[in-house]
């Protein structure tokens, strides 16, 4: 029965990358497919392939998944709460994605983690949540959008004398690197957060220690989800990036994404902390679209999908909390 439970964690850990896979691919690509620089079927490639390197670039983000948010539960209860947490950010996910909205997988997990932590009566390191989730979801987009907008600004000003046609020709080719550079970031830190809940189940099961380097079937079997969930694509959630917030040409989409991946490369590195490219593309956007003009920005939608990053990790949670509960009653 003990493994049988292990085997079914691991299952929905690895479809719950999947998802994150198409629900996140538009961060990637959204700007790459918008101003043309990409067609959409050569950027899900593009993305899938980048994904699937950047799990293998570090585990620093997933130490901190397995190790730095709640204290690892034991035994079948702690396996219903892995479970629960799971099934939680799996629903917000297919919620959002089916709404259209760019909201994190990365929040929705966490949010999974503390509510059913919670329900089953385990201790939440608050501190670990505050300092690597709390302060890095307010942080991340304010850096986006502000580098973004100096990025842009820069842009602008040392193309100043090149023609737009020449500079948007440019800024295509110049776009499949940054678009390359963003599906490494995810890969990077999104597949890493999957590595450590597995790590997770893997300990509370006894068949490894924090101490144990991270398995490479975890690592490749993470990474090939991630990039199956990527190649399926995220239409609905790429329309509203890549169009909805503001029309982007080339060289918006360039610095987009260059804010993007610079971001999500130093938090990775140097803070292990994993941060969402959910939040930190989208501020890059809008931080790029208003060195045209504020009203560029269409902050009715903006505002719409801020709304969507606050509300994630409560409603995961909540229905993580409501997951445990049923499986607690049914099997524990």
């Known amino acids: 029965m003990d493994t049988f439970a292990l085997v079914v964690t691991i299952t929905v850990a690895l479809f719950f990358t999947y998802t994150n896979g198409f629900h996140d691919s538009a961060n990637a690509i959204a700007t790459s497919v918008s101003t043309r620089a990409l067609t959409p079927r050569a950027a899900l490639v593009m993305a899938a392939v980048m994904n699937l390197a950047g799990a293998f670039l570090g585990s620093g983000v997933a130490k901190t998944v397995s190790e730095g948010l709640i204290q690892t539960p034991r035994g079948s209860t702690g396996m219903g709460i892995l479970f629960a947490a799971l099934l939680g950010a799996i629903?917000?996910?297919?919620?959002?994605?089916?709404?259209?909205?760019?909201?994190?997988?990365?929040?929705?997990?966490?949010g999974g983690l503390v509510g059913a932590a919670l329900a089953g009566g385990t201790t939440v390191i608050w501190d670990g949540v505050v300092d690597k989730v709390i302060v890095p979801m307010f942080v991340s987009p304010l850096v986006g959008l502000l580098v973004g907008y100096l990025l842009m600004t820069a842009i602008m000003w040392?193309?100043?004398?090149?023609?737009?046609?020449?500079?948007?020709?440019?800024?295509?080719?110049?776009?499949?690197?940054?678009?390359?550079?963003?599906?490494?970031?995810?890969?990077?830190?999104?597949?890493?957060?999957?590595?450590?809940?597995?790590?997770?189940?893997?300990?509370?099961?006894?068949h490894q220690t924090y101490d144990d380097p991270i398995p490479v079937w975890v690592q490749l079997a993470s990474a090939v989800m991630l990039s199956l969930g990527t190649y399926a694509g995220g239409w609905r959630i790429m329309r509203t990036l890549g169009r909805k917030i503001i029309e982007l040409e080339p060289p918006q989409g360039f610095a987009a994404e260059t804010t993007g991946a610079s971001i999500m490369f130093t938090t990775a590195f140097l803070f292990k902390a994993p941060i969402?490219?959910?939040?930190?593309?989208?501020?890059?956007v809008m931080g790029v679209g208003a060195t045209k003009r504020l009203n560029a920005v269409?902050?009715?939608?903006?505002?719409?999908?801020?709304?969507?990053?606050?509300?994630?990790?409560?409603a995961a949670a909540l229905v993580a909390a409501a997951a445990f509960g049923i499986v607690d009653l049914a099997f524990l």
């Open 91 to 110: 629903v917000w996910n297919l919620v959002t994605w089916y709404l259209g909205l760019p909201s994190s997988s990365s929040h929705a997990l966490f």
């Open 158 to 206: 040392l193309f100043r004398r090149t023609s737009p046609h020449k500079a948007k020709r440019g800024f295509r080719i110049a776009q499949a690197v940054s678009a390359a550079c963003m599906a490494l970031g995810h890969g990077l830190q999104d597949a890493q957060k999957t590595m450590g809940v597995v790590v997770m189940a893997l300990v509370i099961s006894g």
């Open 276 to 284: 969402s490219t959910t939040h930190v593309v989208t501020a890059a």
């Open 298 to 314: 269409r902050w009715g939608i903006a505002k719409n999908i801020v709304l969507g990053w606050f509300i994630t990790m409560p």
